[in-house]
């Protein structure tokens, strides 16, 4: 109990006095796994959408690789991306093994299909005859896809921090094709993993409380969401 205690003040004075190690891993999760989110949503909302919107034969059959790519585990990405990286792999001359940009390719493989299926279903809900006015209103292609779209906003954010928090606690794909590496490629979870193998405890605590913190922020701004939603809802009745 007592190692306990005193990791744990130990990790507070680290985050208060803005350790640089502490500091240089945090922002680094933070801008590997924003701008995974980021790159993702530009493809997966849109063709979210198209898909909503589209009658074809194959419909539920891809919908149902989504809903199972949603659950697809990190390890399995980090190989398929490292293969891929690696000197002998096919976009090995690109050189991107070890570097952020190698984490931020296996992190958007990872949150694409939770993005896309959780919006799917958002705007999926969007009542019929909602759509069926903004076509008897004569609004353009462009105008309905934003009116669709502003109607199940709450419903993509959700997707959207969801596909954040699923990110910066992964450990797996990053840790792969990342290879942690000091001031460079180290991520929260891949430092909170070496520094308890090497009996550092005081600083994996320091990451792991900054964790804690961002996942909670995470599941407080969803509740908050969700809340608005039944609002406008009841309102709405």
Not at 17 to 34: A, G, N, P, Q, R
Not at 48 to 55: F, T
Not at 159 to 177: K, N, P, Q, S, Y
Not at 216 to 225: D, G, R, Y
């Amino acid at each position: 109990m007592g190692v306990f205690l005193e990791s744990l003040i130990e990790s507070f004075k680290l985050i208060f006095y803005l350790d640089k190690e502490v500091l240089s891993i945090t922002l680094l999760s933070f801008k590997v796994s924003l701008t995974a989110v980021i790159l993702a949503s530009l493809i997966a909302i849109p063709l979210a959408l198209l898909i909503s919107n589209k009658v074809f034969g194959a419909k539920k059959i891809l919908i149902s690789i989504i809903h199972t790519g949603m659950a697809l585990p990190p390890v399995v990405v980090g190989l398929i991306v490292y293969m891929f990286l690696s000197r002998n792999g096919l976009l090995g001359y690109l050189d991107l093994l070890y570097t952020p940009k190698a984490m931020i390719i296996a992190q958007i493989i990872i949150v694409f299909p939770i993005i896309i299926g959780i919006s799917l279903s958002a705007l999926n809900s969007v009542k019929k005859k909602i759509r069926e006015t903004a076509i008897t209103l004569g609004a353009t292609k462009f105008q309905y896809a934003m009116k669709t779209i502003k109607e199940a906003k709450q419903g993509i954010v959700t997707a959207v921090i969801t596909a954040f928090g699923r990110a910066i606690g992964e450990v797996g794909a990053i840790i792969i094709v990342g290879g942690n590496i000091r001031f460079h490629t180290r991520a929260l979870t891949t430092a909170i993993v070496l520094e308890t193998r090497r009996g550092e405890f005081a600083i994996a605590m320091a990451l792991g409380i900054i964790l804690i913190g961002l996942a909670f922020l995470i599941n407080f701004t969803l509740t908050h969401i969700q809340q608005k939603k039944v609002e406008l809802w009841t309102y709405s009745k």
